[in-house]
């Protein structure tokens, strides 16, 4: 597996509204994309600081996992997402070799169009990590 840098850290929050000021105002950071992924119930917007970007999840469904998260948790950073230069695909395959546990076991669409997968945190040192690509022309 070939990792170019760190894709995002995505953020859950109960409210974007409510953040983008801190985010914007405070930090000085633009945000320039936000988006829904109905499947996965979460309202995403996105801030992007040198070659990584900031990830802010608000769910959009009392059932979805970034509400369950942050019911249990509280808000605060929810995954690291990792760029992958040789297939998500091709990853999930080595790292579930090496005894990974898999959330997901394809590669499947999130925001901004990226081909996203998730390892499960038990295998990871309890932080959820996300394996991300941008889908070929």
């Given amino acids: ?69 942050i019911e249990k948790r509280g808000e605060g950073i929810h995954h690291m997402a990792f760029c992958i230069e040789d297939g998500v695909a091709n990853a999930l395959k080595e790292v579930e070799a090496k005894g990974v546990k898999l959330i997901d076991h394809a590669p499947r669409r999130g925001a901004e169009g990226l081909d996203i997968a998730f390892l499960h945190p038990k295998s990871t040192g309890g932080v959820l990590t996300e394996l991300c690509e941008t889908p070929k022309k």
């Fill in 1 to 69: 597996m070939n990792i170019s840098h760190i894709e995002h850290l995505g953020i859950a929050v109960k409210s974007i509204e409510e953040q983008l000021p801190y985010y914007e105002g405070i930090l000085g950071v633009k945000c320039y994309n936000i988006e829904v992924v109905e499947d996965q119930k979460v309202k995403t917007a996105f801030f992007k600081i040198g070659q990584t970007k900031i990830e802010l999840l608000e769910p959009t469904s009392e059932d979805s996992t970034i509400a369950k998260f």
